[in-house]
């Protein structure tokens, strides 16, 4: 693999990241994820710091099950459009087995994280206790850091499905072990370029994600007054709409780039 290939494949993958038809299929998913983190911060609003914390994470790996349903379908959109293009509805239609094959990858990922969540009570309620909360609070902190660390851990590797799973669910049935046994022997033969082109495809997103979130954060400091769950979760909603309107072109050019270097692999 040359790195003008790379190049190509990234420039054709901007390219088609603006087309009207991925556009209106990736903007009303994003709208649902943000609609699921928006109602979860509004349950955490005044909720105690473990309930928080659970639902600061809980959401970004329910959306991941919806990210990547609509990857397996940005994927097939993106070659399809390479080999000369297919009805919109002959596309999902075609695509519904190879999304719900798919479906139960993001299971395993929420089931580890309420492993982490209930081990993190543990820790809080340590903390509670009278007399001895503050001891084990200090002693057990190494605790609550690592459990944590995981969470974030888990979200990351959720990313890395997003990226190298889609392509390959979307061009075959799904087969569980056996693709992903193939997957790894790729990443073990070029663990170098296989990082490099993921952290390249992160770039637009997470350049953009950060501009969009320093942005609500000084809405929120500067200029949003809610006092009580509701009117924060109708804030929050109204900024969400122009927040996934603005990041729908990179989600849409991170798969199309996946797109792509799995045709890379393929060569």
Partial sequence: MKWIDVERAFSRALFGSFSKRKLA??????VACGLLIVFCRAVAFQASEWVSMSLSFLPMLLSAGLLLALGVVLVRMHLSEARGGMSMQRL??????????????????I??????????????LLKELP????FFSVVFSFGPFLLIFGSLLLCFLNLGVLFFIAPIAAQQPFRGISRVKKLLSSLRV???????LFLLALLPIGVILSFLVL???LTDLSYLTADGSLALALEWFFI??????ILTPAVILFFNFAAEVSQLERA
Avoid: K
């Fill in 111 to 124: 089931v580890i994280y309420l492993f982490l969540w209930m081990a993190l009570g543990f820790f809080f």
């Fill in 25 to 30: 299929l990736t903007f009303p998913v994003l």
């Fill in 92 to 109: 999902l239609v075609g695509s519904m087995d190879l999304v719900v094959g798919t479906a139960y990858l993001s299971i395993p990922s």
């Fill in 190 to 196: 070029a663990p170098l370029a296989g990082m490099a």
């Fill in 240 to 245: 969400m709409i122009p927040f996934c309107a």
């Fill in 215 to 217: 942005a609500a954060h």
């Fill in 131 to 134: 007399g001895v909360g503050g």
